[in-house]
């Protein structure tokens, strides 16, 4: 779908329309405009090279193809996915994982440029933040599987703290403020003594290493849809 001027029609500036589609819930306008425009510029390209040079033209707009695709792919790794990332995000329901998140085969496709990667990456994140954070616990999970010694030390810094709690609550450490303190800070040094030398920031590193990619590959590929508006109640 490509548009077409209006002279009729109001300048309406790049981000106020896009604020506007967001809080309509239809930013997918935005992302199939753009993959349209840019595999018309694409086919245009590699005709006008092959007309011009038949084999040279077509093996350089192919070149050019790989190489622009190249540059989007690693500039995903330069965005900063939880830029409109809020709180709130995580506060509503979690998008179906079926149609939702994984959706069909038609449902993904590669970037056509880095403002179309940046638009369905910081869209995706916020709209399957949940999604996300589900997945991060489950490689958390699987990572102190491979890890049994992390797994141990885990479970031993919280056995700590449900221990210095039941101490706090058993000798009123509230009414002393200062030992209190003290306390904290010793079991605080305990914690990550054992999370250290159990290897846990191993398991968290890769956690989060491998949470991190899935998220970014899938939000760029990830096509946008449009958001479901809540019916509105029938007028008496």
């Not at 690693?74 to 979690?94: A, H, I």
């Not at 403020?177 to 030398?197: F, G, S």
Request: aromatic share 14%; glycine share 6%; with cysteine.
């Amino acid at each position: 779908m490509v548009f077409s001027s209006n002279p009729l029609s109001l300048s309406v500036p790049d981000p106020t329309f896009e604020t506007w589609l967001r809080d309509s819930g239809y930013l997918n306008v935005i992302d199939d405009h753009q993959s349209a425009a840019a595999a018309t510029d694409r086919s245009s390209t590699i005709t006008e090279s092959t007309t011009n040079i038949p084999i040279t033209g077509f093996l350089w707009g192919y070149l050019v193809s790989f190489f622009s695709h190249l540059w989007i792919l690693l500039s995903l790794f330069t965005l900063n996915p939880f830029s409109k990332l809020t709180t709130n995000d995580f506060s509503g329901e979690t998008p179906s994982w079926t149609q939702g998140f994984f959706g069909d085969c038609g449902s993904y496709s590669f970037p056509a440029a880095v403002s179309q990667a940046r638009l369905r990456v910081h869209e995706n994140v916020k709209r399957y933040a949940r999604n996300y954070a589900s997945l991060f616990i489950l490689f958390f999970a699987c990572s102190l599987y491979q890890l049994p010694l992390a797994l141990v030390g885990l479970i031993s810094s919280l056995a700590l703290w449900d221990l210095f709690r039941f101490l706090s609550d058993k000798w009123g450490l509230d009414g002393f403020p200062a030992t209190q303190q003290v306390l904290i800070r010793i079991a605080q040094c305990a914690t990550a003594i054992i999370l250290i030398w159990l290897n846990v920031q191993m398991a968290l590193c890769c956690a989060l290493g491998v949470s991190y990619i899935v998220m970014i590959l899938h939000a760029a590929f990830r096509k946008l849809t449009p958001v479901k508006q809540p019916s509105q109640g029938r007028r008496k």
